[in-house]
């Protein structure tokens, strides 16, 4: 392939950026971690092997010298910490713009059209939030129309639940209708859902351990989380709504959850932080922050290739400190691996809300598609994409993948 790789920042995946996946071996099941440059992707397993200097030790911390960068999942190498990923990352930059057009690497690069994408990370432990005002305000409206649109503790503490980590997916993975029993015409009828839904989100990935019965505060974020990456917490809103009273959501939330291939360092999100949406009331100081900050991070959601929504991360009401301090405060621990969710992500306008349900008031509205089609929520055959995009080190946007999915029909 040809070595005049584009190393600018304009095309979203510049030296700047350097977001981190696993693809899997060629006509095997292990994997390899990788780097990418605009559309080429870099093998830093294959770098090691050819003896090139990454800027820190590749033994993994358990002792037993295991390669990190040779692996099916990034958590050995998220263990080494962020002054090993700082290191690599640093490296990395100076081969790329010094050095990679020479013949020597060629080995290292391949297109990225032809690789095949693992999971990114064992994921021990996932939690999603319901951290958008507008959104559970939104929610609230169709569900309560006659009371306050927010449960009255909803201002006072990041909601969130336990979700199902074996059925957390990379992206590309069939969407299989879920079935359940949903109500119709006032009678619970077990059969596939007909409300089926898309929630688009921004997840934390967890590179540190903590202590059983020790918290994690506000200020301690960036010493724990190594990296970002892109949600859609499929959801089964009929399923859903006769179900989730007293407990919440089960089913029509844990049949399939979608996470982007690619992990932006949290290191390359530095110029993305910006000010925070203002809380009232003040909340409990176990959430509060000295320096509060969210993230600049603009969504798109596209349903069969065209753009429907344009959600902003920065909108949310409760910040990724405050939901990682809330996890923890009861003593809860986390684990190398674990994600964490935002939970749907919708701003002010109509053409910044995170879900079908939203976008078509409840099912009422169809969205009106440039094939001539409409939608209320997903049919057997639809595609939905979700991407991102945040300030990046050297100017610009940097593009943080995407998370895909198609619906196959009713799981078997």
Partial sequence: MPLDLDFSPANGYGADHLPMAVIREAHGVAGRVVTRIDDTVIDLARLAEMGVDLGFDIADNS???????????????????????????????????????????ASALRPLATVEFMLPIAIKNYVDFYSSLQHATNLGRLFR???DPLTPNWRHLPIGYHGRSSTVAVSDTPVGRPSGLRLIEGRPVFGPSLRLDIEAEVGFVIGKDSQLGSRIGTREFFDYVAGVVLVNDWSARDIQGFEYQPLGPFLGKSFLTSISAWLTPIEALARARTKPVTQDPIPAEYLLDPDPWSLDIELAIELNGTVISRPPFAS????????LAHQTVNGANVCIGDLFASGTISGERSDQF???????????????????????????????????????????????????????????
């Fill in 63 to 105: 002792g037993t010298h295991v390669d990190v960068l040779h692996a099916d999942n990034l958590n050995a190498l998220l263990a080494k910490g962020h002054e090993a990923m700082a290191n690599l990352r640093g490296r990395l930059g100076e081969i790329i713009t010094n050095s990679f057009g020479a013949k020597r690497y």
């Fill in 145 to 147: 129309p006659e009371g």
């Fill in 316 to 323: 949310t009401y409760w910040t990724p400190g405050q939901q």
């Fill in 354 to 412: 995170g879900s079908l349900i939203e976008l078509t008031s409840g099912g009422v509205q169809p969205l009106s598609l440039p094939d001539q089609t409409s939608r209320v929520f997903l049919e057997d055959g639809d595609s939905v994409t979700i991407r991102a995009s945040a300030p990046s080190l050297a100017g610009g946007r940097l593009s943080m993948g995407e998370v895909r999915g198609i619906v196959v029909g009713p799981s078997q």
